[in-house]
């Protein structure tokens, strides 16, 4: 276990609607970053927060949004919700330092969109 | 931005024989590669990581190799049980010295009895 935990678990949507998922980073990492799994594909980066502030953005549109409190877990924010955003979304907690390392991922939290 | 590729996407296995994933690399100026194992409802679970400064790495039954000219990095599994059985991830960070990491697509590795 890495100490990353994630809620909740599962979340059923519809379309057009806004969700809030959380992320509790492992102890002493002020890094959080998140990803969208597809079913069948690898993860896709969202965004990474480091000391409350957005520290980078993949190729997601303005309609997911994130958070990051000074106990440095976290909240990815998705509006406005279309079929596709259907995925497992996983945060994953490190140490930032300037530099790539070892990033620890929670179990994600699996959204579908009906 | 950095690509990556893997190969294969399914591979099996006889309990007992090795494994082998490989990766490859747009970016040569990406300088960490990790490695993930996910199982079945899961999250991704970090097995072993290299760093451009060498060229091998090992950890028991698992191994890392990197080739910086050819850009590619593989993972050697050997002596595979059964619980080796899950879907592999390779990546890179998507820009140098970047915290964002870019996937490969995944193997699923089946192990048989």
């Known amino acids: 276990e890495t100490g990353v935990t994630q809620s909740p678990t599962h979340l059923i949507k519809t379309r057009g609607q806004q969700v809030t998922l959380r992320c509790s980073s492992q102890s002493g990492h002020n890094t959080v970053s998140w990803y969208q799994q597809a079913l069948g594909q690898g993860p896709q980066f969202i965004f990474q927060y480091y000391r409350e502030e957005e520290n980078g953005r993949g190729n997601f549109p303005p309609r997911f949004s994130g958070l990051q409190f000074p106990n440095y877990s976290s909240e990815l924010n998705v509006n406005a919700l279309e079929l596709d955003d259907s995925a497992l979304y996983l945060c994953?907690?490190?140490?930032?330092?300037?530099?790539?390392?070892?990033?620890?991922f929670g179990p994600g939290t699996r959204l579908t969109v009906l | 931005g950095e690509n990556v590729e893997q190969h294969p996407s399914t591979l099996s296995v006889q309990e007992g024989d090795s494994a082998v994933i490989k990766c490859t690399y747009s970016?040569?100026?990406?300088?960490?590669f990790p490695w993930y194992k996910q199982e079945l409802g899961k999250g991704p679970q970090l097995i072993i990581d290299?760093?451009?400064?060498?060229g091998e790495k090992k950890d028991q039954r698992i191994a890392v190799t990197l080739n910086k000219t050819a850009k590619h990095f593989s993972l050697h599994i050997t002596e595979t049980q059964p619980e080796d059985s899950a879907v592999y991830f390779c990546?890179?960070?998507?820009?140098?010295?970047?915290?964002?990491?870019?996937f490969g697509k995944g193997t699923k590795l089946s192990v048989i009895p």
């Open positions: 990546a890179a960070p998507a820009r140098a010295g970047s915290y964002q990491l870019t």
């Open positions: 994953a907690s490190s140490l930032g330092s300037g530099g790539p390392g070892e990033q620890f």
């Open positions: 290299i760093r451009s400064n060498v």
């Open positions: 970016d040569s100026a990406s300088n960490y």
